[in-house]
């Protein structure tokens, strides 16, 4: 396991009974660690022609942005309803604790566009297949998928479906 996934905390319960939440924000916080793991999402996208990273809101963000400047492209969020301006598509999905909703700008990529899909947490794989989805919808090619770690006992990686590469910093 790479050294900064030391600072990742189990917090218990949270959001919700039984859950049991990964906090990367000790990890964001260590200015050593947070370059470490960015470089570990970057990694094998680097010889990869890539014109955006669209991120999910919200730890993805934190993450999505710096991996964009590492790999020279451009970044696009992927928010919750109500966040964007101007048109936008929207895809529901269902959670482990609930359901939820996830809009991107209508004109935001152009068709034919290489997307790089960045989250912070592979759990069950219901945020990371709703945002391939969605950006499916505007026609552009998703070149593959990052997140910094992957719950394998979960199993969301079957819900990625071999759509493209994907790749997991750390796997818990």
Do not use: N
């Not at 947070?34 to 963000?61: K, M, N, Y």
């Amino acid at each position: 396991m790479p050294e900064w996934t030391r600072l990742i905390r189990d917090v218990p319960d949270f959001p919700k009974p039984g859950i049991v939440f990964k906090d990367i924000m000790p990890v964001l916080a260590d200015a050593a660690a947070f370059a470490s793991a960015i470089s570990a999402l970057a990694q094998p996208w680097r010889d990869t022609p890539i014109d955006a990273v669209a991120c999910i809101e919200a730890r993805g963000f934190l993450l999505g942005a710096p991996l964009a400047c590492a790999l020279a492209c451009g970044v696009v969020p992927l928010r919750k309803p109500g966040k964007l301006p101007g048109a936008t598509l929207e895809q529901r999905y269902a959670l482990e604790y609930g359901e939820d909703a996830l809009q991107v700008q209508a004109d935001a990529l152009a068709p034919g566009a290489r997307v790089l899909l960045v989250d912070d947490v592979l759990a069950t794989g219901g945020t990371l297949s709703a945002a391939r989805q969605l950006l499916e919808r505007l026609q552009i090619q998703i070149i593959g998928g990052s997140v910094l770690i992957e719950l394998g006992f979960l199993g969301g990686r079957a819900r990625w479906q071999d759509a493209a590469p994907l790749h997991a910093a750390v796997r818990f």
